[in-house]
């Protein structure tokens, strides 16, 4: 199955399924902080604009970012690189974050959406939870339908175990929803079926290949960022690295044994 294609490649799960995976997965990133789980809201104007960005849009990449609930999406050509810029010249990685109430949504640039990544593997390090990093891609076609469901507004897409509950690989449920500030997020299934994607990097990633952008296209190996990420201290060439690849973070291929379902 390709990592990035205009066709509809997530898993169709029940609404009861979505909600049973969002009650069950547990990521536990410090007991102390609070932090249980990572979620965020992508309002469905923002999903249509990121997908009309550039014509040559197939779908949507999305990163964990610094905040807990925050998210980084952008956009995916039909070769698998990110709309790093618009037609118009602005930044293609938009962000949200803030409070499920209040959620502020900004347009900011490659380099600041990859210092997010890296710095949410950072903290993600420090209390036990490494392997907590990952892109999830859906098509425009997947987006698309899920906006199609009654009474919502955009997306909730929830973080959970792909194989295990609460396990790595960790993957993206795209679950559409209705948000109302001072309310906060109310998930809107019931009307059709939830999507997961069964393609998430990592530890799924695609080969990488030339990269659109002028900066030079050298892949880190996982065990490379993973030693630089321990130490706290980034290489001289990791910011560069992670800003001139096709991933925010480019992750060594894994050969991960196919399942037939999830959790």
Not at 42 to 58: G, S, T
Not at 59 to 79: D, F, P
Not at 239 to 251: D, P, R, S
Request: aromatic share 8%; charged share 20%.
């Amino acid at each position: 199955m390709p990592f990035h294609t205009t066709d509809e490649p997530g898993k169709k799960i029940e609404f009861s399924k979505a909600e049973e995976l969002i009650n069950e997965n547990v990521i536990d990133l410090g007991s102390e902080l609070g932090i249980n789980s990572l979620s965020g809201f992508l309002p469905a104007e923002i999903l249509n604009e990121v997908l009309n960005d550039r014509p040559d849009c197939v779908g949507i990449r999305l990163y964990n970012a610094i905040e807990i609930n925050s998210l980084i999406v952008v956009g995916v050509t039909g070769s698998g690189d990110e709309v790093d810029e618009n037609l118009r010249g602005m930044p293609g990685y938009i962000i949200s974050r803030g409070t499920a109430e209040q959620i502020q949504i900004d347009r900011v640039t490659r380099r600041f959406a990859a210092d997010s990544v890296w710095q949410f593997w950072k903290f993600a390090v420090v209390f036990g939870g490494q392997d907590a990093t990952f892109a999830s891609y859906f098509s425009a076609q997947v987006i698309r339908e899920l906006l199609q469901v009654e009474d919502c507004n955009g997306i909730n897409f929830q973080t959970v175990g792909l194989l295990e509950n609460g396990k790595f690989p960790f993957t993206h449920l795209a679950v559409p929803a209705k948000h109302t500030p001072l309310i906060g997020i109310e998930l809107r299934g019931q009307g059709g079926n939830c999507i997961i994607c069964p393609d998430p990097c990592p530890p799924r990633c695609a080969p990488e290949g030339p990269s659109d952008n002028n900066v030079q296209d050298v892949v880190l190996t996982e065990a490379e960022l993973r030693e630089a990420i321990q130490s706290m201290v980034a290489p001289d060439d990791v910011v560069e690295t992670i800003a001139g690849t096709k991933y925010l973070i480019a992750w060594q291929r894994l050969q991960v044994q196919d399942e037939s379902d999830i959790a």
